[in-house]
């Protein structure tokens, strides 16, 4: 997911926000030995945060079937995670970084939804990665920290989160399909006649197939003779 995420984006900056410019696009971390080391405009876009949202948690499972239409197997529904990146413009002007700034800002504004540029991978079930940006940030974190945790000083900077469907990667095999109904026996504790009965699984129990009868209901029990003390028992059918 990540891999795929990262070329979606660079390939977006590159085509539609740099236009064939000859600034680098890099996802190295913003420290101050590597701005140390930069020597050519760069738009860095650092992944600085991965957690998931949990307000799209589902339960129960998800059910693949074969060609055939019979069910292989079930799998827990896909988890979604967001991706937060911290782009930076770097040249030697700060007007040149606000200009290059607003330029990636309205370029990411026209996507709701991240395509995918470079393959499938952006997409499950349906589902695809949204994106957002310049939202504030979570109550738990700030950029402040983000910078001062990288060993640098604040600098302007725009707040990309993309929420991507992931595969939880677990898959549990169906079992074989059923082919016959739950057979029950039904006789009594004296060794008396054994009634066997099959419920097929296609149909009710009560519905009665093509050229064949329901069962008859069983008769009522025969009352008990007077002074017996014994308490009356249900013929069972033959």
Known sequence: MIPEIDDALRTIVREEALQGSDVEVVFDAPT???????NSPTV???????REDPRWRERGFVVERGDDGAVTARRPPNRRFKLSYLVTAWTQRPEDEH???DTLLRCFLRYEVLPSLVGDGLALDGTRATVSVGLPPPEDRGFADVWSALGGQLKPSLD???NAPVQTGVLLAAGPPVQEGPVIEIGDRDGGAVERR???????????????AAAPPPPPPEPAAAGSG????????R
Not at 230 to 237: D, G, L, M, S, T
């Open 160 to 162: 990309l989160v993309v």
């Open 44 to 50: 860095n876009m650092y992944l600085y945060d991965l």
């Open 230 to 237: 014994r308490k009356p028992r249900a013929r069972k059918p």
């Open 32 to 38: 101050t030995d590597w701005a140390a080391r930069r």
């Open 99 to 101: 200009r290059l700034l």
């Open 198 to 212: 099959q419920r097929r699984p296609d149909r009710d129990e009560d519905d009665a197939g093509e050229g064949e």
